[in-house]
Structure formats: C-alpha cells, structure tokens
C-alpha cells in the first residue's frame, strides 16, 4: 500500500511540473521581427525594433510574456534559410518587414510559414489575398493615393511633380503612377511628370532634380532623410514650391534636413486627431528614453505589437486560424493612436488626415 500512495505522489508530482513547463511555454510568445538593421543610411528598421521592446516592457506581464529575437534581412542571400531559422527557433508571430521593398523580397517565402506576419509600414499592393498569413495595420496604397491626390487637385495649381525612390521601385514608383493617373481622371489639364531620384551624393541626380523644378507642386515619395534632403534642396531654388510627402517620408529625421525652409510641407497623417495627445507622449517618450526617432515604422510596430496582445484579450491564440476567425465579418480595432477597420483580407484602413509641418514638427491641420 506504500508503495502505491509512493508511486501515485510520484506521478502525480511529475504531471504537475508537467503542467507547470507547457503552461510556461503556452504562456510564452516568440516573436520575430524582420527588418534591415545594418547601416543604410537610416535608422527607421531599428528605430521599429526598439519601439517593439517598449512595447513589450509595457505589456510583458508574469502571466503572459514576449520573447523577442531579431532576423536582419541583409544576412540572408537564401531567403529560404530565413523561413528554416525562424521554424527551428520556433518563432510564434512575425512583426515585419518595415517597408514595401523589404516585404517584395521576401514575400513568398513568408507565405510559405504557418504563423501570422504583421507587416510594419508596407502599403504594397501585393498583400490582398483573404487566405494568406500576412495581416497590416497601414493604410493600403489606393487609400492614401486616393487621399493624396483629392488634396493636391483642390488646393493646388496646374503642375506637379512626382519624386520616386530608385532604390524602392516597388513602392515608391507605383505609388507614383497612381498618383499620376489619379490626378489625370480628376483633372487631364494638370501636368504631371515623374522622377526618379538614385543615390542623392551623384552630380547626375542633382541635376535631374534641378531640371525637374516647378513652382506649383511636388510630390515626394522618398524615404526617411532622403525626402528631406530633395525638399530642402528644391526649396532653396524654389521657395514658392508646395510639397506633399507620403506617411513613408513622415519622420524627424525628415523634419531635420528641412528646418531651414519656409515652403508649405504636408504630409499624410499617422495618428487620428483624438489620439494626438497619447501620440505625442508616445513620440516624446521613445526620443527621451529609447533614442527612436519618430516616423511610420516605429509607429506601426508598437500599433502591431498592441494589437497582438488585444487578440489573446479576445481570448484567442494568436494563429493564422483565428485571427482570421477574428476578422472574417470585418472589424473595427480601438488601437493606441487610431481606429483601425481591418477587413477579411487582414487589411486595414484608418482615417487619414492631413499634417503641416509647422514650428519643425508635424502637426494635424484636419
């Protein structure tokens, strides 16, 4: 009889660390986040990534934890080896790629896993199927193209020009096209020409902006710095010159390169206007604590991550399964600093203002 109550306290004992290990384990979220951490010339992928920590260290509780590890893209030439680290690390969730350029080259490799991928700041038109992994809280690029352009046409005169990244065609130049043939369907008499912009330290593409300066409008579709680097350049042959800057171009490193100017610049908003107060702590906060620079990557990170946590508050595991079980009807998700309506597909749309840079910082005019 001893024996037996032994035995049976031994079991019993080995079940309960049992339970204890996988309930640790289940309570564990991996998470993986993509981006290109090396130096390029911008800190926007890092300035995502640390935004992703504090989110974490605002949300990690004893019950629920996040373990983050990071994959950079430039030390992958076999995309292939990147979906076999992050199956063998056993990674749960995906935050990224940062950009529209980053998620074209790895695309159908991260279709390829069995776990959901949130992409960052990537407005793509390739992300539309109802099926797939891949989820964004980023407005696609029809609506802020739609956006954009009704703006433009209302306020501004009968010329505009289109600057596009060289180095990020996938966004940066068809972006650029719908917005050439946006304007053209509103008004054919306003002219409209395109230019790609390379690397900005070529003589070359010094004078192909030089060559391409009119006095109306100008549209700049560049990322963070380089945006403003091209507009205080125009600016100071063209102080009249009206700008209006894509949510890629929206970041204080942007603001930075144009203090000297007094052109009118706008810019796609990131937060709604009820949010700008949490928002701006938010912006403080990373730049006091974390050195993040404000922009749309670090932004949508810290949205993603928050709404990961509010899929589990729904009682949900956090699977490809049912977040789409979530969403399938469509719905509206209460983010940090916006209403987010997420469709079937995993898309988002928010209400897009539009900001002005006012007093060297971007501030809703709507």
Known sequence: MKFVLFFLAVFILVVGIGIVLIGNYDHTLRIGALGTYT?????????????????IQRLGTEEYAYELLRYDLTDYDDYGRLVRDLTKDKIDVIIGPCSSAGLVKVHDFLL?????????????????????????????????????VNKIVENNGMSVTIYYDEANLAFSKVFGNQITTAIKNLNNSIDVTSVGVGELEKRSVKDTIEKNINEDTMVIILGPGKAGIVTAHIASISPSTVFYHSTWSNSELTIDYMKSISNNVYSLSLPEPKYEEAFNEFVDTMKTDYNVNYGAFPYFAYESLYFIDWVKSQGHNVTVEEIRTLISGGITYVGQFADYDIDSSGDSERQLKMMKVIGGRYQLIE
Do not use: C, H, W
Request: hydrophobic share 45%; net charge negative.
């Open 39 to 55: 130096d390029i010339g911008t800190t926007s992928d890092i300035d995502a990534y640390r935004a992703i920590e504090y989110a």
């Open 112 to 148: 390829k896993l069995d776990i959901p991928v949130f992409v960052v700041a990537a407005s793509t038109d390739i992300m539309t199927a109802n099926d797939d992994n891949l989820f964004r809280l980023n407005n696609s690029m029809y609506s802020q193209v739609e956006f954009m």
